[in-house]
């Protein structure tokens, strides 16, 4: 297989076609039309969506979100982080380090991150070096997130509710 990069996709109309491919394969929960549809502003080209093309095809797709540090929960010390929403390999791509190459490139940020994995993907986010976050019921809201932490970064003690 070619050399496969991680872009910023633009929120356009073709994107959006794009996306169409993934919501085919049934995984409802991890679509992100409605994000796209939200966000169109043609050509954006700092949307926070990020893919992979192997070809004319988009084979790859996460969502990643920079959050604010006042609104950071997680980390110690508080700082900003990112949030990771809806990675997803087309079938006939998975298994061959396409996934792994989308965490790496928001590891690359340098800046801890937080998702909440999809039923069934635990294995996958341990082999990325994530970890589950102390469950706090008011922050998390039934959520179950993974945490991946930078060097110099821990995970925000739990307050003693």
């Known amino acids: 297989m070619e050399q496969l990069k991680v872009e910023n996709l633009l929120v356009n109309y073709k994107t ?8 085919e394969y049934g995984n409802q ?3 992100m039309m409605e994000d796209l549809q939200n966000n169109i502003i043609e050509n954006d080209s700092k949307s926070p969506f990020y893919g992979i093309y ?4 988009l084979i790859a797709r996460m969502s990643l979100y920079e959050v604010n540090k006042k609104y950071d929960y997680y980390f110690s010390p508080q700082q900003d982080y990112l949030t990771l ?28 991150i937080k998702t909440s994995p999809r039923i069934n993907s635990h294995g996958f ?18 959520e179950n997130p993974l945490i991946w932490l930078p060097a110099g970064v821990q995970e925000k003690e739990s307050n003693p509710n």
């Open 85 to 112: 929403w809806k990675l997803e390999v087309l079938p006939d791509y998975q298994g061959r380090g396409i996934g792994k190459l989308m965490v790496d490139f928001a590891k690359g940020f340098e800046l801890p």
């Open 29 to 31: 929960e991890l679509t």
């Open 54 to 57: 192997y070809g004319e095809n």
């Open 16 to 23: 959006l076609e794009k996306f169409k491919r993934f919501k």
């Open 125 to 142: 986010w341990e082999k990325m070096g994530f970890v589950k976050a102390h469950y706090e019921m008011e922050r998390d809201l039934g």
